[in-house]
């Protein structure tokens, strides 16, 4: 089975602060996203890596960053959280294929004070 | 851009049939995904369509109709454990990347 594991379940940051949101997948995946889902507007995409280094812009990039060294992790950063990026944060992984589907983490709610 | 549709809610009662309809609109179609999430979980793949027709996966079946843009999930004999959300996906256009619905809040109830 795949496993997406994200490294924090629940986080509280303060406005301002640095944040980072760990995501390590063990199935050798090639692409890896970020979402972030809030009631009534469903799951929209942040960043997505499609290889180690390579990333593209979602639909809702403006605050964040992302890091991909290793195939395996995925990070994303928020520069200076703002009380507008409280919201649930989930990884997915899949493989390189049209067909594959997304295989999710159990997701980080964070919450920026 | 691509746009999805899917009701908000729907409820049933336990031991029904219901269907989930999602349309889309898009070019290029690569196919339509199913996706579970129970409250606070994470979404987990129910079933994946790109040819026309019904897909039969013990309780769950899902439909696709590209002439129409169209999708359904029928859940058959429902159990208080089918209450979750159901997202569509779709992809298009070769891209790896999803576009969802905003997804469909199923409440079953005895």
Request: with cysteine; aromatic share 12%.
């Amino acid at each position: 089975d795949v496993k997406v594991t994200q490294s924090s379940r629940y986080l509280v940051k303060r406005t301002g602060e640095k944040v980072f949101l760990e995501c390590v997948q063990d199935m050798d995946h090639e692409n890896m996203f970020w979402y972030r889902q809030d009631p009534g507007l469903g799951l929209r995409l942040i960043y997505f890596s499609y290889d180690v280094k390579m990333k593209e812009k979602g639909d809702i990039p403006e605050g964040y960053s992302v890091s991909r060294e290793k195939k395996e992790r995925f990070s994303l950063i928020l520069e200076s959280a703002s009380t507008n990026q409280t919201s649930m944060y989930l990884c997915a992984s899949s493989v390189g294929q049209v067909n594959s589907p997304l295989h999710f983490g159990n997701g980080t709610r964070l919450t920026v004070t | 851009g691509q746009n999805i549709d899917q009701p908000t809610e729907m409820t049933a009662t336990e031991g029904a049939i219901v269907q989930i309809n999602c349309t889309y609109q898009t070019s290029g179609f690569n196919g339509l995904f199913w996706y579970q999430q129970h409250a606070g979980e994470a979404p987990t793949f129910l079933s994946y369509n790109v040819l026309d027709g019904l897909e039969e996966k013990g309780r769950f079946s899902s439909f696709l109709s590209r002439s129409k843009g169209y999708s359904y999930l029928l859940l058959k004999e429902l159990q208080m454990k089918d209450s979750a959300s159901y997202l569509c996906a779709v992809k298009s256009g070769g891209s790896y990347i999803p576009t969802f619905g905003r997804g469909t809040s199923l409440i079953v109830h005895p």
